[in-house]
């Protein structure tokens, strides 16, 4: 069974502050590791697909990386309107569906 | 990316009575999914909608409990029945993109509140 651990819970930050978000999973077989953002009262919205260790990608202020075990999401100078939860998904050889962890909720201070 | 549109974007519903959430993509997907989010918590796959066969459930989900429909490759409903307060969450219809790569895209979600 896949399963996805997301931490910390929530992660408070000053405006500027840079910090990471971890995304520990297991998986039978990666086929892709997925980030996304949601903000209260609307779906999530994409952000990346990691498909294999050692891959990066980038976004604004955003970078997401990936080894076997796990994949980090860095935050670069976060500002206020980064705040929101942000989610981690897996899909393994199983199925196509995407099995999530619980989130990170992110407040950044202005 | 594929565009969702969901239908209600939330709805107030007396328990005992069922909702339909319509889910509409501006492209023809394979594949489409219907999660289900409960307050504070993350999301759990529902079941998975292929066109012209019975959707796939998940456990702990049941048809009679969130009957399906997959009348095409761009539409989907899902039906929560005889519902209950525990029935209030927000759900979520999903798409499966694959222009290079895998990319996967939600709707808006509904939020359902059973009093």
């Known amino acids: 069974e896949d399963q996805v651990t997301q931490s910390p819970e929530a992660l408070r930050l000053q405006e500027g502050e840079s910090s990471s978000l971890n995304c520990s999973y297991t998986?039978?077989?990666?086929?892709?590791l997925f980030w996304y953002r949601q903000d209260p009262g609307k779906g999530p919205e994409f952000l990346f697909t990691l498909y294999s260790a050692g891959e990066e990608k980038e976004k604004e202020r955003l970078k997401a990386t990936l080894t076997k075990k796990e994949s980090f999401l860095h935050i670069t100078a976060p500002k206020p309107e980064d705040s929101a939860t942000y989610l981690c998904a897996v899909q393994g050889n199983a199925g196509n569906m995407l099995t999530f962890g619980g989130g990170t909720r992110l407040m950044v201070k202005p | 990316s594929a565009v969702i549109s969901q239908k209600p974007s939330r709805d107030i519903c007396q328990r005992g009575t069922s909702l339909t959430i319509q889910c509409q993509v501006d492209s023809q997907v394979t594949m489409m999914f219907w999660y289900r989010q409960q307050p504070g918590q993350s999301l759990t796959l529902i079941a998975t909608a292929n066109q012209g066969s019975e959707a796939t459930y998940e456990s702990g989900f049941v048809i009679d409990k969130f009957p399906i429909s997959r009348p095409n490759l761009t539409f989907s409903t899902l039906t929560v029945s005889n519902m209950s307060p525990e029935d209030s969450s927000i759900y979520l219809c999903?798409?499966?993109?694959?222009?290079?790569?895998?990319?996967?895209?939600f709707g808006q979600g509904t939020r359902l509140t059973v009093v």
């Open positions: 998986v039978s077989g990666l086929r892709g």
């Open positions: 999903s798409v499966e993109a694959r222009d290079s790569g895998t990319e996967a895209f």
